[in-house]
């Protein structure tokens, strides 16, 4: 993949933002090692902390959406080199409009699979009726009163499997009128956009894919998996001892298969007494286990029982066998996507082509 980065260098100039890019948020990876191709630049911390977002969500998703456009776009307007596109999460609206206003192709990264992509273009789309036993409800309808019916299944969606109702996000049902709004709000600016990039593999949900591109004019691209896999193939590792412990010599020590990973994701918290369920179900199981986890590691303490937790891991049980082969069957999925054109390999070019070729005519 190395040669596609070289291309793009030479062709043109990109602007990923992600978000909270802030101050804060550079000083928290200040010391990770990075690619020398890429610059890291910020926008003042015009966001909820890092350390307690968390805690006010809805917080922090506003000052999100309000605060950080106006020093964006300030932070394009001192770049030496205009840029060839700007990649920016799908929910960051105003990257947008600011790639509008100055005719700046925008790259939009939906980080959620494709098949909730289609659920929120759904509920986006009031106007589209969808025929449920024989009649004809919203989806709006259908997934605001999912609780009250259920695990009945929702099998009229485009591209998505036969889903139960209560497994649909819980942000898209109704019950939240402030998300609800935004999320309107963000899929309204969709259509404005030159690019759509997923982080999944057009293998593992193709009808998902094939329902998104149906509906949109513009190129859209499955790039995953979105992780620096290129690591993978040279057995390098970017962090390998934290603490004093070699977590990569200790993983290595274990038995095969014998390992279950767990992480709490880098946003929403948990309490002290759900850390300290979790934890107790952990020691109580009896099987070894990598969990990644923040500050809340000095909450860990034995207790509580995780029953489900032996049988999952337990080589022997019908459902653990089916886990294994399933995982597998994913792993060699991503491989064939990231290996000589492969889908994901092939889009990656694809899109970096397509940028390049815009980038010089303009130029």
Known sequence: MGYIYREAAAGCHVVAMPYPVTEEWLSLIGSDPKPDQISFSTIPNVVPSELVRASNMLEFIEAVMTNMEAPFERFLDHLVQPPAVIIADTFLLWAVRVGNRKNIPVASFWSMSNSQKICHDLKYSTGSKLKLHGGHHSFSSTLTNGLERGYECADYIPGVSSTSLVDFPSFINGSNPYMLG???????????????????????????????KAGFSFPVYTVGPSIPYSKLEDGSHTITAFWDVDYLRWLDDQPSKSILYISMGSFLSFSSSQMDEIAGGLHDSGVRYLWVARGETSRLKEGGNWRLVRDFMDLDSNEGKEMRRRVKGFQEICQQAISKDGSSETNIKSFIREISIGHLSCS
């Not at 982080?199 to 998104?212: F, G, H, T, V």
């Open 182 to 212: 935004r999320i309107v709000e963000v899929f309204s600016w969709v259509p404005k956009e030159q690019y759509l990039l997923f982080p999944s593999i057009y293998e593992l949900e193709p009808q998902a894919i094939d329902a998104i």
